[in-house]
């Protein structure tokens, strides 16, 4: 999952630059992608901490999930952020999460 969501990256960059040197706005289908793998990682995120509890920021692997928090806390912020510019424009400014959040 994870790597496919780095080929993803990859290409929505790519459309990204595309679409800014032609002026055009980036295709549904990118937003709809980063969409479903903020939602795929947050489920995940949500059924691992469901599992371990308390244990999961005090277990042996603590590090590591607290950067999945941060990232995924951070994705979560993106796609909210981005909802509520499209929701009073009509327009997603943030050239459809394609942000740091990416990793």
């Not at 999961?56 to 993106?78: A, C, I, K, S």
Request: with cysteine; aromatic share 12%; hydrophobic share 50%.
């Amino acid at each position: 999952l994870v790597l496919t969501n780095s080929i993803f990256l990859g290409v929505q960059t790519q459309v990204a630059v595309d679409a800014a040197i032609g002026g055009e706005q980036e295709p549904a289908f990118v937003n709809i992608i980063s969409s479903t793998f903020c939602a795929i990682f947050t489920i995940e995120f949500c059924m691992r901490l469901w599992v371990h509890k308390l244990s999961f920021f005090t277990g042996m692997d603590w590090r590591w999930n607290l950067f999945d928090f941060v990232l995924v806390t951070m994705q979560l912020v993106e796609e909210t952020v981005a909802l509520v510019e499209l929701a009073s424009s009509g327009v997603r400014a943030d050239g459809g999460g394609s942000g740091f959040v990416g990793l």
